[in-house]
């Protein structure tokens, strides 16, 4: 994981990690906060590629108007045109990191919603709550 995301109680190792409440919460937090460093990377990469394609293309419109021998003009111009597809893509891919991020973030609220009052009830009791799954009936019990 990237240095430049928040560090997150309970997450990336130690006594708290886990599937805990607040690791699980933590975690998505993460994740909704590499899709936003993913879509500002895109962003760039997108204004990057379109300006080297731009560029691309005036230099073959000039070579054209040198007369510089054509198999060089085209290939110069279909370095232009691969440019402008790397944009495009980046362009999904800004479209996806957002369907990541708000993913991320209905998860991290429906769990919240869900979850929260019973965390905050066995945290507020006091008491050494048993392990996960210690109460799952066995189907032993007649």
Do not use: W
């Not at 990377?41 to 590629?49: D, E, S, T």
């Not at 769990?111 to 048993?130: F, I, P």
Request: hydrophobic share 40%; proline share 3%; aromatic share 6%.
């Amino acid at each position: 994981m990237s240095d430049n995301l928040p560090a997150i109680p309970g997450v990336g190792g130690g006594a708290s990690s886990g599937n805990g409440f607040l690791a699980l919460s933590g975690r998505t937090a993460q994740l909704a906060a590499a899709a936003l460093f993913l879509k500002e990377g895109m962003h760039l990469l997108k204004a990057h590629m379109r300006a080297n394609a731009n560029a691309a293309s005036r230099l073959s419109e000039m070579c054209d108007a040198a007369e510089v021998e054509p198999h060089f003009t085209s290939q110069i111009m279909d370095v232009s045109t691969a440019l402008h597809g790397v944009a495009e893509a980046s362009g999904e891919m800004v479209n996806a990191a957002d369907r990541v991020d708000a993913d991320a973030r209905g998860f991290n609220q429906a769990h919240d919603t869900e979850y929260r009052g019973v965390y905050e009830a066995v945290n507020g009791s006091g008491v050494q709550q048993a392990k996960p799954g210690f109460y799952r009936r066995t189907g032993r019990r007649r």
